[in-house]
């Protein structure tokens, strides 16, 4: 059974960083490409980066310069370096396998809520 597990979020001002982890299990992780998804209030989920099992990253054109997206395939944990955080970052993070169409993802874990204040 598959288990994401995300933690890291938190209150923070604008301008300031979190640090979100997502511990996965009960999938072959390494040969897996991830994606971390937000939810901001009123809004649809959204991709915000992925990676590739081999490392490679892309971001959404809002995060670009600002979010990092890692993972140590050793640990089974990806990670999402946020920097520079703005208001409009606000929302539920939540990890997951990448999919092109969001709609095919139906198991979601519960996320971790991120509130970045002006």
């Known amino acids: 059974q598959v288990q994401l597990v995300e933690s890291g979020g938190g209150l923070v001002q604008a301008g300031g960083s979190l640090r979100l982890s997502c511990q996965v299990s009960g999938i072959l992780f390494r040969m897996t490409d991830m994606a971390w998804y937000r939810k901001g209030p009123g809004t649809q989920r959204e991709l915000v980066a992925s990676?590739?099992?081999?490392?490679?990253?892309l971001y959404t054109d809002s995060v670009k310069g600002r979010f990092t997206i890692s993972r140590d395939n050793e640990k089974d944990i990806m990670y999402l370096q946020m920097n520079s955080l703005k208001p409009e970052d606000t929302g539920i993070y939540y990890c997951n396998f990448y999919r092109f169409s969001i709609d095919d993802l139906t198991d979601w874990g519960q996320g971790t809520q991120v509130t970045v204040s002006s």
């Open positions: 990676i590739t099992s081999g490392h490679s990253p």
